[in-house]
């Protein structure tokens, strides 16, 4: 056939160059990493540790496991990590909080973290439980994310990551503050920052330009969330402050009772997102997996990473 012009003289040779290459397999220089959250109950341990096994596979730089609201999760966070330790080879992260604690209390879960041989944290202010209002600072606490980080590096040379927020932290007195926040967690000790999840990925591209006019030159990876319950996700942004964009609303619209498809649009979008990151330059990703492996396999596939197969298939490749 012709490429100039087909039967409808709708596509031209160069078109059809365009679409080619946006087929072409990536190679699998990126870093991804994995986040978890501790299960409530016997079968969601058992759906995470299959879930972990899975992503195993594909080499994550690390894996990290949130604490709790208020710290609720405690001993389901220590309890993870330790397994992640004793049964895997996976580096854990552990997400670390200021809520609800003296520090006195915290330091003591960093040095037991340490003692294990625990040596990246997420540290984080935190959220207080659902119900219980607004954030106050422990009256013996470390008051915000900043504070946590200079301590956490008085007790130990841990790698800290802290968060980041390309749409502004929603109690942010503005984007400008909140930037100043995230560079007072870099100047304490922090190495790089995870983002919350966002849909919009010029709004992650514009917020790295901010940074780096800020000044903070640490990597700043986004977090992706492929998103498997639309309902949740809407209630859960209103709280953090990412927002949903209206193409996003219509392609989930009315999926609520059809999970089937909704996996295959949710995979659709973030294999979106993440190669559209990649042609920006982005080559660090870490994934939100919910504690399912499914979406984040199939992302990662199409970003070139894929499981060391048993018959010697082809490694993720790594960069630095
Ligand atoms: C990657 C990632 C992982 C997360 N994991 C968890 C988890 O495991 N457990 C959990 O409970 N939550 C978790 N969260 C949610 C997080 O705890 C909330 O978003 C929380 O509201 C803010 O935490 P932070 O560390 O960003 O806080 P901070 O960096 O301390 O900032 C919080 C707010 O306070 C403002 N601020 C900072 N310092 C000051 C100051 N001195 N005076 C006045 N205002 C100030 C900031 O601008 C911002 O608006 C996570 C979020 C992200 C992005």
């Given at each position: 056939m012709?490429?100039?012009e087909?039967?409808?003289g709708?596509?031209?040779a160069d078109?059809?160059?365009?679409?080619?290459?946006?087929?072409?397999?990536?190679p699998g220089?990126?870093?991804?990493?994995?986040?978890?959250?501790?299960?409530?109950?016997?079968a969601?341990?058992?759906s995470?540790?299959?879930?972990?096994?899975?992503l195993?596979?594909?080499?994550?730089v690390?894996v990290?496991?949130?604490?709790?609201?208020?710290?609720?999760?405690r001993?389901?966070?220590h309890?993870?990590i330790?397994?992640?330790?004793?049964e895997?080879?996976?580096?854990?992260?552990?997400?670390?909080?200021?809520?609800?604690?003296?520090?006195e209390?915290v330091?003591?879960?960093?040095?037991?973290?340490?003692?294990?041989?625990?040596?990246h944290?997420?540290?984080?202010?935190?959220?207080?439980?659902a119900?219980?209002?607004?954030?106050?600072?422990?009256?013996g606490?470390?008051?915000?994310a900043a504070?946590?980080?200079?301590?956490?590096?008085?007790?130990?040379?841990?790698?800290?990551?802290?968060a980041?927020?390309?749409?502004?932290?929603?109690?942010?007195?503005?984007?400008?503050?909140d930037?100043?926040?995230?560079?007072?967690?870099?100047?304490?000790?922090a190495?790089?920052?995870?983002?919350?999840?966002?849909?919009?990925?010029?709004?992650?591209?514009r917020?790295?330009?901010r940074?780096?006019?800020?000044?903070?030159t640490?990597?700043?990876?986004p977090?992706?969330?492929?998103?498997t319950?639309y309902?949740?996700l809407?209630?859960?942004?209103?709280?953090?402050?990412?927002?949903?964009?209206?193409?996003?609303a219509?392609?989930?619209?009315?999926l609520?009772?059809?999970?089937?498809?909704?996996?295959?649009?949710?995979?659709t979008?973030a294999?979106?997102?993440?190669r559209?990151?990649?042609a920006n330059?982005?080559r660090?990703?870490?994934?939100?997996?919910?504690?399912?492996?499914?979406?984040?396999?199939?992302i990662?596939?199409?970003?070139?990473?894929r499981?060391?197969?048993?018959?010697?298939?082809p490694?993720?490749?790594?960069?630095?």
């Amino acid at each position: 056939m012709n490429h100039d012009e087909d039967a409808r003289g709708l596509m031209r040779a160069d078109h059809g160059a365009a679409i080619l290459a946006r087929r072409q397999p990536l190679p699998g220089d990126v870093n991804v990493s994995f986040e978890f959250f501790p299960p409530a109950s016997g079968a969601m341990e058992a759906s995470l540790w299959t879930s972990i096994q899975k992503l195993e596979s594909l080499n994550p730089v690390y894996v990290s496991v949130t604490y709790g609201a208020g710290g609720a999760t405690r001993d389901r966070t220590h309890a993870t990590i330790a397994r992640i330790l004793g049964e895997t080879s996976l580096r854990p992260a552990a997400h670390l909080t200021c809520v609800g604690a003296t520090r006195e209390e915290v330091d003591a879960v960093a040095r037991q973290y340490l003692d294990q041989g625990v040596f990246h944290i997420v540290a984080l202010r935190g959220d207080p439980p659902a119900g219980s209002g607004p954030y106050r600072p422990h009256p013996g606490g470390y008051a915000y994310a900043a504070d946590l980080v200079a301590g956490l590096k008085r007790i130990g040379d841990f790698r800290i990551s802290v968060a980041a927020y390309p749409e502004t932290h929603p109690r942010a007195a503005s984007p400008g503050a909140d930037l100043d926040n995230l560079k007072r967690k870099i100047d304490a000790g922090a190495s790089q920052a995870i983002t919350q999840f966002f849909f919009d990925e010029s709004a992650y591209l514009r917020f790295l330009d901010r940074v780096l006019a800020a000044g903070i030159t640490v990597p700043v990876v986004p977090g992706i969330l492929p998103v498997t319950n639309y309902a949740r996700l809407v209630d859960f942004s209103k709280k953090c402050g990412a927002s949903i964009p209206p193409w996003m609303a219509h392609l989930f619209d009315d999926l609520d009772d059809d999970p089937e498809t909704r996996k295959l649009v949710a995979a659709t979008v973030a294999a979106e997102q993440c190669r559209a990151l990649y042609a920006n330059g982005v080559r660090d990703f870490h994934f939100y997996t919910l504690n399912r492996a499914y979406l984040t396999l199939a992302i990662c596939r199409t970003l070139g990473v894929r499981p060391k197969g048993p018959r010697g298939g082809p490694a993720a490749t790594r960069g630095a």
